[in-house]
T-cell receptor, first 113, second 111 residues
Framework: KAGVTQTPRYLIKTRGQQVTLSCSPISGHRSVSWYQQTPGQGLQFLFE???????NKGNFPGRFSGRQFSNSRSEMNVSTLELGDSALYLC????????????FGNGTRLTVT | DQQVKQNSPSLSVQEGRISILNCDYTNSMFDYFLWYKKYPAEGPTFLISISSIKDKNEDGRFTVFLNKSAKHLSLHIVPSQPGDSAVYFCAAKASGNQFYFGTGTSLTVIP
């Protein structure tokens, strides 16, 4: 079974630009979550989508948004990029049942200059 | 507010010995706990989990212990191998599907 696929792996953007990251979950997984990892920080929760609806949202500004499509694929968008948005963005999928773990992709490394 | 804490940023262990990684949490509503392993340039890989109704779960060389009264979680790796060198994250979940992660412990297993 294919794992979680994230594209692109690396991105370099300029301050003020916007960016869209893509995630394809494991087949059969309808929940997709997004996390941000920065040096010295753990994984910070951005949001979760299930059945095309945002179910949970972390403490990030409105510049961070996402969506999920009917095939469970998800995209995350960051507008008006800031230097502090440079991070590894991780997507994870799960069955969303009791005691089912998250399964992560390899992430998108975003660098904002 | 960091609800899951890993107070040791790094740990070094000799090959063949036991590695013990620790994690503390503050939210008594957490009912599912997990450990992930992360190599550079890869996403975290699920390692082992435990629900709050248990106090121990084993999977091969990996054992997770849960002490609910102390709000403490630990991962034991026995015997440690050089391939275990990675960053380990603990995570916890209450209701819903939002997971809270610690900041990670970098384990180095010395051959």
């Amino acid at each position: 079974k294919a794992g979680v696929t994230q594209t692109p792996r690396y991105l370099i953007k300029t301050r003020g630009q916007q960016v869209t990251l893509s995630c394809s979950p494991i087949s059969g997984h309808r929940s997709v979550s997004w996390y941000q990892q920065t040096p010295g920080q753990g994984l910070q929760f951005l949001f979760e989508y299930f059945s095309e609806t945002q179910r949970n949202k972390g403490n990030f500004p409105g510049r961070f948004s996402g969506r999920q499509f009917s095939n469970s694929r998800s995209e995350m968008n960051v507008s008006t990029l800031e230097l502090g948005d440079s991070a590894l963005y991780l997507c994870a999928s799960s069955l969303r049942s009791n005691n089912s773990p998250l399964h992560f992709g390899n992430g998108t490394r975003l660098t904002v200059t | 507010d960091q609800q899951v804490k890993q107070n040791s940023p790094s740990l070094s262990v000799q090959e063949g010995r036991i590695s013990i990684l620790n994690c503390d949490y503050t939210n008594s509503m957490f009912d599912y706990f997990l450990w992930y392993k992360k190599y550079p340039a890869e996403g975290p890989t699920f390692l082992i989990s435990i629900s709050s109704i248990k106090d121990k779960n084993e999977d091969g060389r990996f054992t997770v212990f849960l002490n609910k009264s102390a709000k403490h979680l630990s991962l034991h790796i026995v015997p440690s191998q050089p391939g275990d060198s990675a960053v380990y994250f603990c995570a916890a979940k209450a209701s819903g599907n939002q997971f809270y992660f610690g900041t990670g412990t970098s384990l180095t297993v010395i051959p």
